[in-house]
Antibody
Framework: QVQLQESGPRLVKPSETLSLTCTVS????????WSWIRQSPGEGLEWIGY???????NFNPSLHSRVSISIDTSKSQFSLRLSSVTAADTAVYYC????????????????????WGKGTTVTVSS | SYELTQPPSVSVSPGQTASIPCSGD??????AFWYQQKPGHSPVLVIS???KRPSGIPERFSGSNSGNTATLTITGTQAMDEAVYYC?????????FGGGTTLTVL
């Protein structure tokens, strides 16, 4: 079955760049879109952004200026970079597969996450 | 930006029906999705496109969406359903989550 595994440094210093990778197994990465979501301690879910199967990206407006998402189909991985981090970026970071319908033939446009990774905790601290 | 509003908590007795609302401007014109998250675990999709149950989700989970409110309904609630439930929609190129509702079964 489809499995996603986040990896990357658990501790990042303030003002530095957070980098995480999600490794996809059980399915080809190419046909799908992929997303990052985070959850601050004791808080709700916050969508960070996604990369679609053409390589186009879309980000949460509140994070847009600091976020990038890329994909490496040869390694079946996609990655998140979040620059200029502060303590407010301390969170559990999840990667997930995105299902969507956004063409004129759709009954209505939608995007949602059907498979999630287990999440990785990233702490921003000096 | 688009906002989805959920009550912070809902309580239900075992075997009874739990209803968790999610409100947003003209939400009924969009598709609503629901995720269940238990402590220490990642979210699990329980309702897709307003009313669809993914494979493996018990029949006691159902959804509806009309007007400004989407509702997740759990019929015959069990102790194992105790969790935080998040609604989600898509609006103007953004994926939006509600703040989450803690369902307590007592």
């Amino acid at each position: 079955q489809v499995q996603l595994q986040e990896s990357g440094p658990r501790l990042v210093k303030p003002s530095e760049t957070l980098s995480l990778t999600c490794t996809v197994s059980g399915v080809s990465i190419s046909p799908y879109s992929w997303s990052w979501i985070r959850q601050s301690p004791g808080e709700g879910l916050e969508w960070i952004g996604y990369i679609d199967n053409s390589g186009s990206t879309n980000f949460n407006p509140s994070l847009h200026s600091r976020v990038s998402i890329s994909i490496d189909t040869s390694k079946s991985q996609f990655s998140l970079r979040l620059s200029s981090v502060t303590a407010a970026d301390t969170a559990v970071y999840y990667c997930a597969r995105v299902k969507y319908c956004n063409s004129s033939g759709c009954p209505g446009h939608y995007y949602y996450m059907d498979v999630w990774g287990k999440g990785t905790t990233v702490t921003v601290s000096s | 930006s688009y906002e989805l509003t959920q009550p912070p908590s809902v309580s239900v007795s075992p075997g009874q029906t739990a209803s968790i609302p999610c409100s947003g401007d003209k939400l009924g014109d969009k598709f609503a999705f629901w995720y269940q998250q238990k402590p220490g675990h990642s979210p699990v999709l329980v309702i897709s496109q307003d009313v669809k149950r993914p494979s493996g989700i018990p029949e006691r989970f159902s959804g509806s969406n009309s007007g400004n409110t989407a509702t997740l309904t759990i019929t015959g609630t069990q102790a194992m359903d105790e969790a935080v439930y998040y609604c989600q929609a898509w609006d103007t190129n953004a994926i939006v989550f509600g703040g989450g509702t803690t369902l307590t079964v007592l």
